[in-house]
């Protein structure tokens, strides 16, 4: 983890140096949350360019591997949850059950069913989707169950997004889901001691839920997000630099 402190503090002087003006927490906190995500997101990307050099054999090994590295920043953000197909949550529809999806949830990584371990083929493609429902020799059975990862077709804008469909609906076990969730949202809160003294507030503030070796990228994203945000290329480029340097 990192803490909110030492990035608002390193950000607040980086901004100062200049006399560019005093950055609030307010505005630190409507930042400070894109910027967590775009290195979060960044670690996805970081993986592909890891598989990549894993399939062409130039990874290096052991602990210096840079797919185990970027494996490992992740697994922090793995979660399970078992979905209650076979009991109270699932809506059903004459083909298919609908459940929920986690509110925490970023990226499937797996499905499968509680009892049996039979594992669901996801589907995110509609005309995919169509094809197999449509198809007699592809209609999924209780052997061969089926998760469509969007609202149904995706027509209905009322659940589009927020549902996971499983099919057949003679499932009659729960489908348990590996995922990775998204981190908590950073805040920093201050609180007043007196004589014009304004300190942080360690115990309401949550800090940024990263691994503490991308603090500089951090420090950096913010720092370039407000530098546009002032107009201010020093920033700018010195918070460019610090992502590009990671």
Known sequence: MIRIGVVYNT???????????FVTPAVFNTIAEVAQMNVYNEMFNELKLANRL???GSDAGRDKSAYKMVEEDLSYFTS????????????????????????????????????????????YDIEKAK?????????????????????????????????IEIYPNTISEDVVMNYYRLPQKPLYVTRDIGNGLIIEDA????????????LGELIGEITRMIGVRLRDDVLTQYGTAEITNK
């Open 54 to 56: 894993r399939a062409s």
């Open 80 to 123: 399970t949850r078992v979905l209650d197909v076979a009991g109270g949550e699932a809506e059903g529809a004459e083909e298919m059950a609908r459940v929920s999806k986690p509110t925490n949830l970023s990226r499937i990584i797996s499905m499968h069913l509680f009892e049996t371990n039979t594992s669901l083929e996801i589907l």
């Open 203 to 214: 115990v309401s503030s949550v800090n940024f839920e990263l691994p503490a070796h991308y």
């Open 131 to 163: 094809r197999v429902l449509n198809s007699n020799l592809s209609t999924p059975t209780d052997e061969f169950p089926v998760a469509m990862v969007f609202g149904r077709f995706g027509y209905d804008t009322n659940i589009a997004g927020q549902h």
């Open 11 to 21: 950000v607040r002087d980086l901004c100062n140096k200049d006399q560019k003006g």
